[in-house]
């Protein structure tokens, strides 16, 4: 190869790689020099609050029993 052929695929190689670094940034874009705000947590109280008694007393209903409403019989299938 003469030495001209050798600057040539030389310059070939760089200005491809120019163009490469171009359409790669285009495409997925450069680097963000942008900042964002962030929302921060509340800081966890360790004290435990009382249950509210309308909701929470000895006479309320459980929800956890079964209730049957009118004449309806049980049944079961097995």
């Known amino acids: 190869m003469k030495k001209q052929d050798i600057a040539t695929l030389v310059f070939i190689a760089s200005l491809s790689v120019f163009v490469a670094y171009f359409i790669a940034n285009a495409a997925f874009g450069g680097s963000s020099q942008g900042s964002t705000k962030v929302e921060t947590v509340k800081e966890i109280s360790p004290d435990v609050e009382e249950p509210d008694k309308s ?24």
């Open 55 to 78: 909701v929470f007393n000895k006479d309320a209903i459980n929800p956890t029993v079964e209730v049957i409403i009118g004449d309806q019989q049980q049944t079961t299938s097995q």
